[in-house]
């Protein structure tokens, strides 16, 4: 299970991490402590942190929650859509351009659009997956999309790599540099500077990728 966090240097003399109100992970240390020290020390507090990212009441004001309502709008790959209420008894979402849904689906309008998401992620994922790992020269087994709780992407010692449905709401180069990050793990398996050294060559935007999670990462936990 992966876990991302910032680092701040200082000339303090101690580590402390920090978990902030949009669940980003903010690690600072002393000026020029190693990352590879860095990382083991984050390793030893994951559980912690992780019941720090889990504490909804801490987040529950920063994020509203969406209506099912005409008009409403609809996170798809970083973009927003309309969404469109009709009279109809087939619970299914049709999308284009908008997103138009019967009326019947209101009870179960989150159930129905985490189908919805899973099916896209299942559909776009995966090609993104194989065409990085060709790049990279690396093999992996299976992609699994599952309702992961603490991470957008995991990789797994069977080489099955895992990915959290609701990264299908963010933005390619988003979506793109976690199926980097993980599969470049098969090559490097800490966050070392030879890491994203591979990353950055795969990924020129994975700083604004890692900042958009930051910043907006929170909103992907909405139902739709």
């Known amino acids: 299970m992966d876990l991302y966090y910032s680092v701040k240097y200082s000339d303090r003399k101690t580590v402390t991490i920090t978990v902030e109100r949009d669940r980003s992970v903010v690690v600072k240390a002393p000026q020029g402590m190693p990352e590879e020290k860095i990382a083991s020390f984050v390793e030893s507090k994951k559980l912690w942190i992780y019941e720090k990212i889990k504490c909804t009441q801490k987040y529950s004001s ?3 929650a969406k209506e ?3 008009g409403e709008t609809v996170l798809y790959l970083g973009r927003k859509y309309r969404l469109e209420i009709v009279k109809s008894d087939l ?4 999308f284009s351009g908008k ?3 019967a009326a019947v689906s209101a009870e179960r309008a989150s159930e129905v659009f985490r ?3 899973k099916k896209q992620a299942s559909l776009i994922i995966p090609e993104r997956v194989e065409r990085y790992a060709k790049s ?3 093999t992996y087994n299976k992609v699994l999309i599952s309702d992961l709780k603490y991470s957008w992407g995991a990789c797994t010692p069977k080489n099955n790599l895992n ?3 609701r990264l299908i709401k963010a933005p390619m180069f988003v979506v793109d540099y976690v199926v980097v990050h993980e599969l470049v793990h098969f090559l490097e398996l800490n966050h070392t500077p030879k890491f994203w050294i591979i990353v950055s060559n795969q990924i020129s935007r994975y700083k604004d990728a890692r ?5 907006y990462g929170a909103i992907l936990e909405n139902d739709f």
């Not at 619970?91 to 049709?94: A, D, F, L, N, V």
């Open 211 to 215: 900042n958009w999670l930051r910043e």
């Open 163 to 165: 990915f959290n449905w």
């Open 62 to 64: 920063e994020v509203p």
């Open 68 to 70: 099912f309502v005409s």
């Open 115 to 117: 189908e919805w998401y």
């Open 99 to 101: 997103f138009i849904v």
């Open 136 to 138: 990279l020269g690396v």
């Open 91 to 94: 619970e299914e979402i049709h």
